[in-house]
């Protein structure tokens, strides 16, 4: 049972590059979303999804883009990275049942942009 | 709206100290309420929960309980050893509309124990 399994581990880009972070879950979840950890700042919100073809955006979407055509997938694109989006994202996946299961994250893509 | 308030670290304990962290929460209505944990190089695990007022969850020897009349849902855990050293996230979620739930996440706690 793979869980949540997103790609690269590490990446390093350079300013105004783009990258897309893959994130594919096989628990069949309608709920995904996609989280950036600054430290000591806790997890902020990017994006979320509430089933294919459906997204909206969480606390800090901006350089952001993502798009759902699978309930499995949930790619989150950069376009012209900047130094600010340096940060390890989590992807997470749930239910929707969130009050008795939580969710299901990811181990993370750690970013850097030079 | 809702926010999590967790108390800084970091912490340091030597093996079988007595451990708490505090986490306090700001929600309308009735969250359910969870601490989870990172290991390094990891994503996040949930370590525990709590849905109602009262409820104690527990887990690998880790206790908290949830108390509305505080606004409260403190970590603890009676004898800690070297493996729990990890980063703590008290987190909330509520029905933020439909039958969408969002995690709040407090900044986190980073736990380290010597042996």
């Known amino acids: 049972n793979a869980g949540v399994t997103q790609t690269p581990k590490f990446r390093i880009l350079k300013i105004g590059q783009s990258m897309t972070l893959q994130c594919t879950q096989d628990?069949?979840?309608?709920?995904m979303y996609w989280y950036r950890q600054d430290p000591g700042m806790g997890l902020k919100l990017i994006y979320y999804?509430?089933?294919?073809?459906?997204?909206d955006k969480g606390e800090v979407p901006n350089g952001y883009n993502v798009s759902r055509s699978t309930t499995e997938d949930f790619p989150l694109r950069l376009e012209l990275a900047a130094p600010s989006q340096t940060s390890v994202y989590f992807c997470?996946?749930?239910?929707?049942?969130?009050?008795?299961?939580?969710?299901?994250f990811g181990s993370g893509t750690r970013l850097t942009v030079v | 709206g809702n926010s999590v308030t967790q108390m800084e670290g970091p912490v340091t304990l030597s093996e079988e100290a007595f451990l708490t962290i505090n986490c306090t929460y700001t929600?309308?209505?009735?969250?359910?309420l969870f601490w989870y944990v990172q290991y390094p190089g990891e994503g996040l695990q949930l370590l525990l929960k709590a849905t109602k007022a009262d409820d104690k969850g527990s887990n690998k020897g880790f206790e908290a309980t949830y108390r509305k009349e505080t606004t409260s849902f403190h970590l603890e855990k009676g004898s800690v050893q070297v493996s729990d050293s990890a980063v703590y996230f008290c987190?909330?979620?509520?029905?933020?509309?439909?039958?969408?739930?969002?995690?709040?996440f407090g900044k986190g706690t980073l736990l380290t124990v010597n042996p």
């Open positions: 628990m069949n979840h309608n709920y």
């Open positions: 997470a996946s749930s239910s929707g049942r969130d009050r008795d299961y939580g969710y299901t």
């Open positions: 999804s509430v089933g294919a073809g459906i997204t």
């Open positions: 987190a909330l979620t509520r029905n933020s509309g439909g039958s969408n739930y969002k995690l709040t």
């Open positions: 929600a309308t209505g009735y969250p359910s």
